[in-house]
């Protein structure tokens, strides 16, 4: 049974520009990136998507409102994180992703919106049906011929709040490396000349090489499996509220009992393994 919940007021998205922010100097010029081999994976050539709340504040300064903040921020981010300006697109000889840089026609898409709603007659979107959800993210795709891999979009509401819609591929970074170019982007807007962690790429030295006569694992399709329920939009969401004592216990009991004396464990590892 699913527990989405449809907005039961009209709900008019509007939006006004978009536009390519570009790092605010020279970048390195490469003429490709390579990719890890976990990241040429097909199954992770999709695009993700998210979105960021935040409430209202009382405002009037224009270097403060919110489109204003995050292209700025963008655009000193993307000094450090360069990449995210670049165009993804499939070899054809081997069909292996790769990244081109440094070019002219680089930047991230960023777009301006308005909306003619305050943000608390949308529960600020909790459970939110993904129709409605869908008008404040930013429209990226997967393409054959090439596609950018990071687009950011600002969503205005009346109250003063606004949504940072956020759309990645995934063969360009999972969600802990979303979470480090996020926190990096929120430190920028906050007034700070960098980010706290500032990324490296070296995904060349990811790469598996072949060894002679290596062969790719054969999976017959008749035994791949398919149900007849999917794809579907009927998800259950559940909420699990996990207290920080409880955190810290499953660490100790983990290393205690897996003889983890010289390693560490992270929250989401610990979480991940009991649920």
Same mark, same amino acid.
């Given at each position: 049974?699913?527990?989405?919940?449809?907005?039961?007021?009209?709900?008019?998205?509007?939006?006004?520009?978009?536009?390519?922010?570009?790092?605010?100097?020279?970048?390195?010029?490469?003429?490709?990136?390579?990719?890890?081999?976990?990241?040429?994976?097909?199954?992770?050539?999709?695009?993700?998507?998210?979105?960021?709340?935040?409430?209202?504040?009382?405002?009037?300064?224009?270097?403060?409102?919110?489109?204003?903040?995050?292209?700025?921020?963008?655009?000193?981010?993307?000094?450090?994180?360069? /990449?995210?300006?670049?165009?993804? +697109?499939?070899?054809?000889?081997?069909?292996? !992703? =790769?990244?081109?840089?440094?070019?002219? %026609? &680089?930047?991230?898409?960023?777009?301006?919106?308005?909306?003619?709603?305050?943000?608390?007659?949308?529960?600020?979107?909790?459970?939110?049906?993904?129709?409605?959800?869908?008008?404040?993210? /930013?429209?990226?795709?997967?393409? +054959?011929?090439?596609?950018?891999?990071?687009? !950011? =979009?600002?969503?205005?509401?009346?109250? %003063? &709040?606004?949504?940072?819609?956020?759309?990645?591929?995934?063969?360009?970074?999972?969600?802990?490396?979303?979470?480090?170019?996020?926190?990096?982007?929120?430190?920028?807007?906050?007034?700070?000349?960098?980010?706290?962690?500032?990324?490296?790429?070296?995904?060349?030295?990811?790469?598996?090489?072949?060894?002679?006569?290596?062969?790719?694992?054969?999976?017959?399709?008749?035994?791949?499996?398919?149900?007849?329920?999917?794809?579907?939009?009927?998800?259950?969401?559940?909420?699990?509220?996990?207290?920080?004592?409880?955190?810290?216990?499953?660490?100790?009991?983990?290393?205690?009992?897996?003889?983890?004396?010289?390693?560490?464990?992270?929250?989401?590892?610990?979480?991940?393994?009991?649920?």
């Amino acid at each position: 049974m699913s527990i989405q919940i449809s907005s039961s007021i009209p709900l008019m998205v509007e939006k006004k520009l978009t536009e390519m922010v570009k790092p605010p100097k020279h970048i390195p010029s490469h003429d490709t990136l390579s990719l890890s081999t976990l990241d040429n994976d097909p199954y992770n050539e999709v695009i993700y998507k998210a979105c960021y709340v935040f409430k209202g504040r009382n405002v009037v300064d224009d270097d403060n409102q919110p489109e204003y903040l995050v292209r700025e921020a963008l655009s000193v981010l993307l000094g450090y994180y360069y /990449p995210l300006s670049g165009t993804l +697109k499939r070899r054809e000889t081997d069909r292996k !992703l =790769q990244l081109s840089c440094g070019s002219d %026609g &680089g930047g991230v898409a960023f777009t301006v919106a308005t909306a003619d709603a305050e943000l608390h007659t949308l529960k600020y979107l909790e459970n939110i049906d993904s129709d409605t959800a869908l008008k404040f993210l /930013p429209e990226l795709q997967v393409d +054959k011929d090439g596609y950018p891999p990071f687009a !950011l =979009q600002v969503t205005n509401f009346k109250c %003063g &709040g606004f949504i940072l819609g956020v759309a990645m591929s995934h063969a360009m970074c999972d969600g802990y490396g979303e979470g480090h170019i996020m926190c990096a982007l929120t430190e920028l807007a906050g007034g700070k000349k960098k980010p706290t962690v500032t990324p490296v790429w070296e995904r060349e030295r990811l790469v598996v090489r072949p060894e002679e006569n290596d062969k790719a694992p054969f999976v017959p399709g008749g035994d791949i499996a398919a149900s007849p329920d999917l794809p579907t939009d009927d998800w259950v969401i559940e909420k699990i509220n996990i207290r920080a004592e409880s955190i810290r216990k499953l660490k100790e009991t983990t290393l205690k009992e897996c003889d983890f004396s010289n390693e560490t464990v992270t929250t989401f590892e610990v979480i991940g393994a009991y649920l």
